[in-house]
C-alpha cells in the first residue's frame, strides 16, 4: 500500500505546498469527537513525513490507485480513514508493524476527483485512535481500532500556567514567522482548552515526525503543553538567530550601498574641482585590471584593499606613490602564469648536445629532471649547484637548460652581495623601497617557473646588514618555498616551480646549511682535446660571428688551435682561450678592413705571428733536473696545478725552515715528512749526526700565492729525501697524496683536476694513494691513454717509483 505525505500539492492550493507553508494550510474545529465506543473498522491512509491532530483540518492530494480505492472505501460507510504515522523511513510492503499504534481517526469533509483520476480531500482530526490489528480487504489496508480518549487535566493550575506560557511564546512565533497569518494569533487567544492549543501548536510548529508522535500518545493535556514549550523555545531561538543574520547581512549591504552613494558624490564634487579625472580613471584602470588578473584570494584582497586607500589619499602625498608602486608590484607578478615544459627528452638531450661538449653528468640530470616531471606532472623542481673552476661552461649550461625544457631563464649573480634585503626585499616602511631581486627575476620573466641561476653562490658575503646565505635557506628549501615571502610583497609567492640553478668555483665557503639543501654536481676541467674541440664548434664560430668577419675567410686549423692550448692558456676552462681567439680575428679583421682581403688558415706559425711569442713553456725537464726538487699536484678554485717543492740542506742546527706562503695544514705534512725521513736515516744511508749538525729549508716557489692542504706530504718527503740521497726525482714524474708518522699514503681529493693539470704540464707518469682507484672511472679514457698511473699505499713505494736509483747530484750539490 502506498505512504503518502501530508501537504502534498492539490489542484487547488497555493503555489506552496502545505510542507513548506503549513500554517496557511491547517485550520481548527472548536470540538473533537468523542468516537465511538468499542472496536470500530476504518481504511488506513499511512502517512510517512507527518502525524494528523484531532481538532486540525488539514489538505491531502490521492494519486495511488489503492490510496484512492481506501478513499472510496471510506465514502462508501461513514466517510472516516484512519490516519496512521509509518515508523522511520519506510521502503517495500506495508505491515502493521510499520506503523505507529496511535493515530487520528479524519473525517472527510471534501471530496474533489480531478480528471486524471487522483483525489483532493479535506480532512478534519476527530478524535484519537490506538490500533488493534490490520487485514487487507478488496485490496485496502482495513485496520480494526478502539477510541484512545483524551484524559482531563491532572493539575489544572499546571495546566493554565503552561497554557499561558505556550500563548504568549504562539504570539512570538506568529510574529516573527513570516508564512503565519496574524490571525492564529487572535484564534490562539479564543482558544479555552489546552488540549486544542496543544495540538493547535503542535501542527504548526516546524518539528521532526516523531515529536509530533511522542504529543498525540501523551495522555496528560499539561504533559502535551509541556513537551509543546519546550519545542516552540527551541524554534524561537532559531528564528531570532535567523532574523538576527538577515540583519546584519541587510546592514551589510546598506553600508556597501552607502559607500556607493558617498563615493558617486565625492566624484561628482570632485569632477566640479576639476580633481577627479586622472586619479580616478587611474583607480578604475586599476580595479579592472585586478578584475581580469587571475590572483590568489589573498593577493585580490589586498589588492582591493590597496586601490581603497590609493582612492582616498590625494594625489600630492608621498604616500600616494609608495601605494601605487605597490600596486604596480602585486598585479604585475605571475602569479598562475607558467610556461609549459618541452617533456620530448630526446629533443632535450639534443639540444644540451648542441651547446655543450661532454658534462655528461649534467646533462644526465637534467634529462631524469624531464623524466620525473613527464610521469609526474605536479613533481617539485631540483636545486642544482654546478661547482668547478672558470671558465667551464657553468653559466652557459643553465641557459641551455632553459632552452631545452622551453622555459624562460634569468639570471642573478651572487658575488659581493652582503645585504639581506637583495633577497628578502625591504619593507615598504623604508623610502625607494623594493622586492628583493628574486622576485625582481620572477617579475622580469613573465612566469612563475623561470630557470633561475643564482651565479657565484660561493662569494656571498655577510655583514651587520644580515647574511644573504641565511635568506637563501627558505629560497631554495622545497619545503618551504612554496609559500615564500618577500618583505615588501607580503604575500606568500610560490617558488616550488622555479627551477633553482646555483653555480660556484668551490663548496668550502658554502654557508653547511645552505649547501646541504643543494645537489652539488661537479665540473671539472677540460682536457687538451675536449678545449681543441670546443674551440672549432663553438669558440671559434662564435667570434668569427662577433667580429664580422665574412663566412670562409678565416679558418683555424686543429694544429693551431692546439698551439693555443699548450703555449698561451693554462687554465681548466676556456676563457683564455677564446680571448686568443678572439685576438687572432680582430688583428684579422683589421686587415680585412683595410682592403687585405684574402682568406687565411690560423696553423701554428700564425698563431705566433698572431699572438707573439709562446707565453708557456715546458720547465718541468729543466726545474727537476737537480736532486731534492719534486713535482707535486695541487687543486686550487681555478682547476688543477703543478706544485715544485725544493729542499735544501745546509750547516745548523737542525731546524726546518719552511718557505713559500704555507698554510697550517701544509706546515703540519712538512714536519710530518722530515720525521718520517728521519725514522728511516738508517735506511736510506743517512748517518745519525746529520740531521743534528744541518738545518733543512723547504721552499714552494711562487711565494705571493697562499699554499695549504695535506696532499703535498709525499712530495714534500721525496724531495727531502732526493736532496739528502742526492737521487734527483724523475723529471717526467708528478705526484699527490697525504703522508703519516707511520709511512702511509692517505687518498686526496681533486685527481680528475690534478690529472689534467700534469697533462697540461707534459708530465707522463702520476703517482696518487691506490684508496683513490674509483675516481680514475672520472677521468676521461683518452687521457688515461697519455699517462701512466702508479697506485700507492706506502712513502716508500713512492720513492721507488719517483726516485732514480743512483745518486747524480747537480753542480749545485744538494746533498749532504
Known amino acids: 500500500m502506498p505512504v503518502f505525505k501530508s501537504g502534498s500539492r492539490s489542484r487547488r492550493s497555493k ?99 480531478a480528471p486524471d483520476g487522483s483525489l483532493n480531500l479535506i480532512l478534519q482530526g476527530a478524535y484519537r485512535i490506538r490500533v488493534v490489528d490490520m487485514r487487507s480487504e478488496d485490496n ?16 489544572r493550575i ?39 492549543l496543544a495540538y493547535l501548536a503542535g501542527a504548526l510548529i516546524r518539528m521532526e515526525k516523531d515529536a509530533k508522535q511522542e504529543i498525540l500518545e501523551l495522555d496528560l493535556p499539561e504533559k502535551k503543553l509541556s513537551r509543546v514549550y519546550g519545542i516552540l523555545q527551541q524554534e524561537l531561538a532559531i528564528l531570532e538567530m535567523g532574523n538576527k543574520i538577515q540583519s546584519e547581512a541587510q546592514t551589510e549591504i546598506s553600508k556597501s550601498q552607502r ?55 590625494p594625489t600630492a602625498s608621498a604616500e600616494y606613490s609608495v601605494v601605487r608602486t605597490y600596486l604596480d608590484w602585486l598585479l604585475g ?70 632552452r631545452a625544457l622551453g622555459r624562460k631563464f634569468i639570471r642573478m649573480s651572487l658575488g659581493g652581495i652582503r645585504d639581506e634585503a637583495e633577497i628578502r626585499g625591504h619593507r615598504r616602511t623604508y623610502v625607494g623601497a623594493l622586492p628583493g631581486r628574486i622576485i625582481q627575476g620572477i617579475e ?63 663548496t668550502d665557503t658554502i654557508q653547511p646549511a645552505l649547501r646541504d639543501r643543494m645537489e652539488i654536481i661537479e665540473l671539472p676541467g677540460y682536457t687538451e682535446e675536449d678545449k681543441v674541440r670546443i674551440a672549432g664548434d663553438h669558440l671559434v664560430p662564435r667570434q668569427i660571428g662577433e667580429n664580422g668577419i665574412p663566412d670562409g675567410n678565416l679558418r683555424f686549423t686543429a694544429a693551431g688551435l692546439r698551439e693555443i692550448v699548450r703555449f698561451y692558456t693554462f687554465e681548466a676552462g676556456v676563457r683564455n682561450l677564446e680571448r686568443n681567439i678572439a685576438a687572432i680575428c680582430r688583428k684579422y679583421a683589421t686587415k680585412y678592413a683595410c682592403g687585405r682581403r684574402r682568406p687565411q ?62 698554510g697550517d695544514v701544509m706546515q703540519e705534512s712538512a714536519r710530518a715528512a722530515l720525521s718520517y725521513v728521519r725514522h728511516r736515516a738508517g735506511d736510506l744511508g743517512i748517518g745519525d749526526e746529520y740531521f743534528r749538525r744541518h738545518d733543512i729549508h723547504i721552499h714552494v716557489p711562487a711565494g705571493a700565492i697562499p699554499k695549504d692542504g695535506p696532499s703535498a706530504g709525499v712530495t714534500m718527503a721525496s724531495a727531502i729525501v732526493s736532496c739528502l740521497t742526492g737521487r734527483p726525482v724523475k723529471k717526467d714524474v708528478a705526484m ?38 674509483p675516481q680514475l672511472d672520472d677521468i676521461p679514457a683518452k687521457l688515461r691513454r697519455h699517462l701512466k698511473f702508479t697506485l700507492v699505499e706506502t712513502v716508500d713505494e713512492v720513492w721507488d717509483a719517483a726516485l732514480f736509483k743512483t745518486r747524480r747530484l747537480a753542480p749545485g750539490k744538494g746533498g749532504r
Open 601 to 662: 688558415k690560423i696553423g701554428p706559425e700564425e698563431v705566433r705571428r698572431y699572438l707573439g711569442p709562446q707565453r708557456r713553456t715546458a720547465d718541468v725537464a729543466r726545474r727537476t733536473s737537480r736532486a731534492g726538487v719534486a713535482t707535486g699536484l695541487a687543486w686550487t678554485p681555478s682547476g688543477g696545478d703543478v706544485l715544485f717543492i725544493e729542499a735544501l740542506s745546509m750547516p745548523g742546527k737542525g731546524n726546518l725552515l719552511l718557505t713559500g706562503h704555507l
Open 444 to 506: 622580469r620573466t613573465g612566469t612563475n617557473n623561470p630557470v633561475f641561476m643564482l651565479d657565484e653562490i660561493d662569494k656571498v658575503g655577510a655583514d651587520f646588514r644580515g647574511d644573504p646565505s641565511s635568506a637563501l635557506l627558505e629560497v631554495l628549501d622545497p619545503e618551504q618555498n612554496f609559500s615564500f615571502r618577500d618583505h615588501y610583497v607580503e604575500m606568500p609567492f610560490d617558488l616550488s616551480h622555479v627551477l633553482f640553478i646555483a653555480t660556484g668555483n668551490i
Open 259 to 313: 559607500e556607493y552613494f558617498l563615493r558617486e558624490q565625492l566624484k561628482a564634487i570632485r569632477r566640479e574641482l576639476g580633481e577627479l579625472d586622472a586619479t580616478m580613471a587611474e583607480v578604475e584602470e586599476l580595479r579592472e585590471k585586478i578584475s581580469k588578473t587571475d590572483l590568489p584570494e589573498e593577493v585580490a584582497k589586498e589588492a582591493d584593499k590597496q586601490v581603497g586607500r590609493l582612492e582616498r589619499i
Open 140 to 155: 485496502v489496508f482495513v485496520a480494526r481500532v478502539k477510541n484512545s480518549p483524551e484524559k482531563k487535566p491532572a493539575d
Open 333 to 402: 607578478l605571475p602569479w598562475r602564469v607558467s610556461t609549459q615544459d618541452n617533456l620530448n627528452l630526446r629533443r632535450a638531450r639534443r639540444f644540451l648536445d648542441e651547446d655543450h661538449w661532454d658534462l655528461e653528468k649534467v646533462k644526465e640530470r637534467v634529462v631524469e629532471f624531464l623524466a620525473v616531471r613527464k610521469l609526474k606532472k605536479d613533481s617539485r623542481g631540483p636545486i642544482l649547484c654546478f661547482v668547478g673552476p672558470p671558465g667551464v661552461g657553468k653559466t652557459s649550461l643553465g641557459q641551455s637548460i632553459a
Open 15 to 113: 503555489s506552496m505546498t502545505n510542507e513548506e507553508k503549513p500554517g496557511g494550510a491547517i485550520g481548527m474545529v472548536a470540538h473533537s469527537e468523542n468516537g465511538p465506543k468499542g472496536v470500530s473498522q476504518l481504511p488506513v491512509v499511512p502517512i510517512s513525513d507527518n502525524v494528523v491532530f484531532p481538532f486540525t483540518v488539514i489538505p491531502l492530494s490521492i494519486t495511488a490507485p489503492k490510496a484512492v480505492a481506501a478513499v472510496e472505501y471510506a465514502m462508501s460507510r461513514e466517510r472516516t480513514l484512519a490516519m496512521v504515522a509509518v515508523k522511520g523511513p519506510f521502503e517495500g510492503s506495508l505491515t502493521a508493524d510499520n506503523l505507529f499504534k496511535i493515530g487520528t481517526a479524519a473525517r472527510i469533509v471534501r471530496l474533489f476527483k
Open 736 to 773: 699527490t697524496g697525504e703522508i703519516t708518522l707511520a709511512g702511509h699514503v692517505l687518498p686526496i681529493g681533486g685527481l680528475k683536476e690534478k690529472v689534467l693539470a700534469a697533462r697540461r704540464a707534459g708530465i707522463r707518469t702520476v703517482i696518487f694513494p691506490r684508496q683513490n682507484k
Open 158 to 196: 499546571a495546566a493554565e500556567a503552561l497554557t499561558r506560557k505556550v500563548l504568549d511564546q504562539f504570539r512570538r512565533l506568529v510574529q516573527l514567522t513570516p508564512y503565519l497569518s496574524d490571525e492564529l494569533e487572535t484564534l490562539a487567544q479564543e482558544i479555552d482548552n489546552p488540549l486544542q
